[in-house]
C-alpha cells in the first residue's frame, strides 16, 4: 500500500482522523475535504487502498479495502479482506498514537469515514489498550454483520454519526439502515441521519454535519 496522505496539524496535535475513501476513489481525492472541516489540533490521515481485482466490477483492478463480491444484502463476503483491512487500520492507530501531544491513548479519537463500508466500527481495538470515542459512516454498510454483537466487546459508547442519502444507487439506503439498526442492538449512542435525494455521493449538509460532530466531540486536548 502507498504511503498514506497526512495532513499535519498545525497547533499542539491531540486528536487524529482517519479517512477511508470508498471503491476506486484514493486518499489524495478526500485529504483537502476533509482538513477543511477540522481544527488546528487535528492531524489527518487519508490511506489509499491497494489496487486489486475488484468481483462486482468483472474484475477490474482498483484501490478498494477489500474484494466486493455481491451488494445483495445476505451475499457472499470477503471476510479475509475485510479483516486485513481493519487490521491495517489498527497498525496505522497504533503508529500514531506516538506522536500524539497527551498523556495516553484515551485522548486518541478514531474517527474512520468510508464511503462504502464500516467494518468493526466498535470491535477489538482495546486489546491493544486503544479506545476509539468518536466514529463517522457515510453511505457505507455493517460486512460480517453476523458476527456482531457479539465481536463488540469495547467502545460501546462511543458516539456515532451516520448517514445516508436515500437516493444511492450503489449502496441501497436501506442498507444504511440496516446497519443503523443493528448497531443500537450493541451501540445505543449512535445517530443515523438521512439526506434526501442524495445519491452515492457527499453534500453541503453532510459536511456541515460532519464538521458539527467533529467539533462538539473532538475538542482540543
Known amino acids: 500500500m502507498a504511503a498514506p496522505v497526512v495532513v499535519n496539524a498545525t497547533a499542539k496535535h491531540t486528536a487524529t482522523i482517519i479517512f477511508l475513501h470508498g471503491l476506486g476513489d484514493t486518499g489524495h481525492g478526500w485529504a483537502s475535504a476533509m482538513a477543511a472541516i477540522g481544527s488546528p489540533h487535528i492531524k489527518f490521515i487519508c490511506p489509499t487502498a491497494q489496487v486489486m481485482p475488484v468481483t462486482l466490477n468483472a474484475g477490474f483492478r482498483m484501490p478498494s479495502w477489500f474484494d466486493l463480491k455481491s451488494l445483495d444484502v445476505d451475499g457472499p463476503e470477503d471476510t479475509a479482506g475485510i479483516r486485513k483491512a481493519r487490521d491495517l ?66 467502545n460501546t459508547g462511543s458516539p456515532i454519526l451516520q448517514g445516508h442519502g436515500d437516493c444511492d444507487p450503489i449502496v441501497p439506503y436501506k442498507f444504511g439502515q440496516i446497519t443503523s439498526q443493528l448497531i443500537k442492538r450493541f451501540a445505543g449512542n449512535i445517530e443515523f441521519k438521512t439526506y434526501r435525494g442524495m445519491m452515492h455521493a457527499s453534500c453541503e449538509e453532510e459536511m456541515a454535519d460532519i464538521k458539527k460532530f467533529i467539533t462538539q466531540h473532538l475538542p482540543p486536548v
Open 89 to 154: 487500520i489498527h497498525h496505522l492507530i497504533v503508529f500514531d498514537l506516538k506522536s500524539l501531544d497527551v498523556d495516553g491513548p484515551e485522548d486518541t479519537a478514531g474517527i474512520r469515514k468510508a464511503r462504502d463500508l464500516i467494518h468493526h466500527l466498535i470491535a477489538d481495538e482495546v486489546k491493544n489498550g486503544i479506545t476509539h470515542d468518536r466514529v463517522i459512516g457515510m453511505s457505507c454498510w455493517l460486512p460480517l454483520r453476523q458476527e456482531f454483537p457479539q465481536a463488540a466487546i469495547g
